[in-house]
Structure formats: C-alpha cells, structure tokens
C-alpha cells in the first residue's frame, strides 16, 4: 500500500507543472485512507476560485501585499528627494537675498554715516560763527563780516574803512543831525553768506526760501520761515518752519498744498501771501497763506516764459517776482525789450501792472536778480566764487549804470537770490545750500534819486 502511495507521489512531482495534477487523501469511516489523483482541464483552470492550494494563494496574497508596499516606498522616496531638492534651492535663494540685502544695508550705513560727518561739521562750524563775529570795542571792523583771526585787526579795519570811502558816493553821505532821513538809500556792500541749512535730496539743488517782511495776523509771524523745493515737473509743496532754529534742524510744522503748480525759484512772500508764477504761463498767482487759497490771479503782459527770457542760470527763470520797502515787484523780459529786463511795479491785491520800466541790460546776461529800495540790482555770475552785483536801476529816476560790489556764491550754483527788507538781508539758494547775506544801504533823504 505505501508502495503505492510513494509511485503517485512520484507521478504527481513530475508532472505537477505540466498537468497542473492534484493528489488528495483522506480517511474514512472505517479508517481506511482513500487517494484521490485529479487533474484539471482548460476550462476548469480558468474559473473563478479554481485554485486548490490556500497555502500557494497565501504566499501569493503575501508576495502581492510586499511588491505593492516596496512600490509605496519607493515613490515615497523618489518624491521625498524632490522635496529635498526644492527646500535646498529655496534656502540658497533665500541665502542669497539675505546677502543682497546686508550688502545694500551695509552701503546705506556708510551713506549715512558721511551725511553725519558733514552735518556735524557743519553744526560745529554754525557753533563757532558767533564766536567769529564778536568785535572788538574801538575797533572799525564791519559788523556784518566775520573777523579773520589770522589777520591784523587794525590792517582789516583800515581796509574795511577804505573800501567803503571808494565804493560810497560822496552825495548819499548825509550828517547824523538831519531828520529827513529814510534809512533807504543805494547799495553799499554784500556781507559773506551764513549757512542756515543743507538740502538732503536732489529736489533741493535749487528751490525758494523766505521770511515774510510784513506778516498779516497771528496764525504766521516774521519769524516764519518758509521753502519750496523748486526740483520737479510738479512743484505744490510749501514747508512751513516755526522759526530760524526749527529750519535748521529740519523740523517743518507744516506742509501745505497749492493748488497749482509752481515754476522755478522765482516766488517771493509779502504781507500774508505767497506770489509766484504758474508752471508753463505767464499767469501770476497770489495764495493767501492763511485760508490756504487763491486769492488773484492775473496774466502778465506780454510776459515770456517756460525759458523764453531766463537768468543766465536756466531754470524757467523767466519771471522773478520780488518786494521792497516800496511794494511788489516782477522782473521779467518781452519779444518788444528783445530780451532786456523789464520792470513792473505791481498792485499787490489784484496784481494788475501799475508802472512798468524798460533796463538796458539783457536778462539772460546776469544770474539773478533782485529789487531794494525801489532799485533794480543785477547778480553778474551764478557760479564764480567772487563775482560782483554788476548793474543798478533806479526806478526813482529811470536811470542805470555799471556797480562793482563784491558778491560771493560760496558753494557753486546759486539760483535765487531775495532781498527781506525787514531783516536787511539777501536770501539765497545756493546748490543745496540755503544761505543769508548782510547788507548796508546807504542814507538818503526823501525825494533823493
């Protein structure tokens, strides 16, 4: 019986892969053990559930499950290196803006650190500049230049002296004891420039500052100060400074707005209002500073402009709008003057021309140009160090000559020039630098040219 068994079993090894044969055994009731050798046809292999072995389904099911997790961790993988790789580039990328942006920081230090350098430079010298000015009693040094401690005291004076002999006429020399006396007369001499303070941005290479002579009201006062920024296609901005002191550190207490854009460095401020000329016209503006409006606006005669008839400098200076002791002013140039300077006295309501002047200098000869006492004064050079105010006017008797009375540009480019009558001085606008001269009129008496 075993003989048996073992040649099936024989039988079944051999040709188990070809047949796909199975031999089965079991017992029965009477325990006698049956074999049972079946093999299966092509239609019974290829049912559904036809497989026999639940070991072989087993390993199958298992040898599945392992190829389907070795599938999930190899694609798991793949997309894990590709995160990686994309999470490197971002942090080398982040890296290398960080570096940009110390760079860029780096030189905004160094930038900065300059600027501080010079601003204390600056500020020390503005400390010491009292001390420059101090006189000494008995001695005639001219109380608007710094005394030089490297020069003699006394070779100074009697140079000082000297000068004034030479330049003043002997007629505009009036005794003390003569009560018709204006205190206005002709122009003796220009003092050196005060620095007051620098621009920081190239809007203000060239612009406009004043202080009103005559302030209407409580809201602004003489002390006042007043800049435009005249850099730029659209220049509306007026900052407005408490005094002196909050100009030089910087500190506006206002900005206001106008409502039509400004041309160049011509604007000039009395009794309450800003007067300037609108951008690309003839048009003059008064804005009253107080109700932040305009108040008037009229065109002025055959007045050119937008670089029709400029100072020397450039700039869309072709109308200079001034006030004196005597009122408002414009100097400006018409086809019909071919370019000489013409002179307007001007109602300072309605701006309507009240008189008007012709000179015999031509506008686009001089640098800048500005009105005391009624008279016409002509800047020679807007970039020469030592330069000279070159020709006067006197409205009084219609008459100009040639003047030779030093003038200094100290910082190379100076593009405006007023004159305060309340404080005696010029106001300049010189690349940058914001700037004041001493002034010493002559004494005349009433109804004198």
């Not at 030089?148 to 006394?154: E, F």
């Not at 009105?371 to 800047?379: D, I, N, P």
């Amino acid at each position: 019986m075993w003989l048996l068994c073992l040649l099936f079993l024989t039988v079944f090894c051999q040709n188990q892969a070809q047949n796909q044969a199975v031999l089965s055994h079991s017992m029965d009731s009477g325990g006698r053990c049956h074999y049972t050798f079946t093999v299966a046809s092509p239609e019974e292999s290829s049912c559904s559930g036809s497989s026999t072995n639940p070991q072989t389904d087993a390993v199958l099911s298992r040898l599945t499950v392992l190829e389907d997790l070795v599938g999930r961790l190899m694609a798991d993988r793949g997309n894990s290196e590709e995160n990686l790789q994309e999470a490197y580039s971002q942090v080398t990328r982040e890296r290398n803006q960080l570096q940009q942006d110390k760079e860029r920081l780096s030189k905004q230090v160094q930038e900065l650190q300059r600027t501080l350098a010079v601003l204390s430079q600056e500020a020390e010298t503005l400390r010491r500049r009292p001390c420059q000015q101090t006189q000494t009693s008995g001695e005639f040094q001219h109380k608007n230049r710094p005394a030089d401690p490297a020069d003699d005291s006394r070779n100074g004076a009697y140079q000082e002296m000297k000068a004034e002999v030479t330049v003043v006429p002997a007629s505009h020399l009036i005794p003390e004891g003569n009560h018709n006396i204006t205190g206005c007369g002709e122009l003796l001499s220009v003092g050196d420039p005060v620095l007051h303070r620098k621009a920081d941005s190239i809007t203000g290479k060239y612009g406009v500052w004043l202080q009103d002579p005559e302030p209407q009201g409580p809201l602004y006062t003489n002390k006042t100060v007043w800049r435009v920024d005249a850099v730029g296609k659209d220049v509306r901005q007026i900052f407005v400074y408490e005094d002196m002191d909050q100009f030089s550190r910087g500190f506006p207490m206002k900005v206001l707005v106008l409502p039509e854009p400004l041309e160049s460095t011509g604007a000039t401020l009395y009794r309450g209002s800003l007067y300037y000329q609108r951008r690309r016209s003839r048009t003059l503006i008064r804005y009253d500073l107080a109700s932040e409006s305009v108040a008037s606006r009229r065109d002025l005669p055959q007045a050119g402009f937008h670089g029709q008839h400029p100072y020397s400098w450039g700039g869309y200076t072709d109308i200079d709008l001034a006030a004196d002791e005597q009122g408002l002013w414009a100097i400006y140039s018409t086809s019909k003057a071919k370019g000489a300077i013409v002179i307007s006295h001007l109602d300072p309501m309605s701006l309507e021309v009240r008189k008007s002047w012709e000179t015999k200098i031509r506008k686009k000869t001089v640098a800048n140009a500005f009105m005391a006492c009624g008279r016409l004064y002509t800047v020679g050079s807007y970039m020469a160090t030592n330069t000279t105010i070159n020709y006067m006017f006197d409205t009084a008797s219609g008459e100009g000559r040639a003047t030779s009375v030093p003038f200094k540009n100290k910082y190379g480019y100076n593009s405006m020039v007023d004159y305060n009558h309340a404080q005696r001085k010029l106001y300049a606008w010189d690349n940058f630098h914001m700037v004041t001269y001493d002034v010493r009129l002559g004494r005349v008496s009433r109804g004198s040219s």
